[in-house]
């Protein structure tokens, strides 16, 4: 692997308050294909999480909740009894900025706990 890559998940999401362009579709489909069964609609990226139950799903959702404070960086999500639905856009430009992509790697890193 070459210097200047590195892992989504070895990076820190950057603090974002506007002032600089969202990520190009060409940007974001490139970044998009660093995760799994992530998919891109409405300049938001999103993917659901299936579980045993009702007490797992939130275990997750606490945990995310955990790495998204740390991250300053907040998802949407949408509860059911044995799924999570987790979507990143980020709101300060109206777009996706790499934040997303960062805290969708570690999202998948925490599911794989
Ligand atoms: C300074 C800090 O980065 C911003 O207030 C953050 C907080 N969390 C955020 N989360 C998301 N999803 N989008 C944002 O633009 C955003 N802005």
Request: hydrophobic share 35%.
């Amino acid at each position: 692997m070459a210097d200047n890559v590195c892992n989504l998940t070895d990076k820190q999401c950057k603090p974002c308050e506007g002032g600089v362009p969202p990520l190009s579709e060409k940007e974001s489909r490139e970044l998009l294909q660093q995760l799994d069964g992530w998919t891109l609609s409405d300049n938001r990226i999103g993917k659901t999480f299936s579980f045993k139950n009702y007490y797992q799903v939130m275990a997750f959702v606490n945990a995310v909740a955990w790495m998204t404070h740390r991250e300053d960086h907040h998802p949407d999500m949408s509860v059911g009894y044995s799924q999570c639905r987790v979507e990143y856009s980020t709101h300060a430009i109206g777009g996706l900025s790499e934040n997303d992509f960062i805290c969708a790697a570690k999202v998948d890193a925490l599911f794989k706990l």
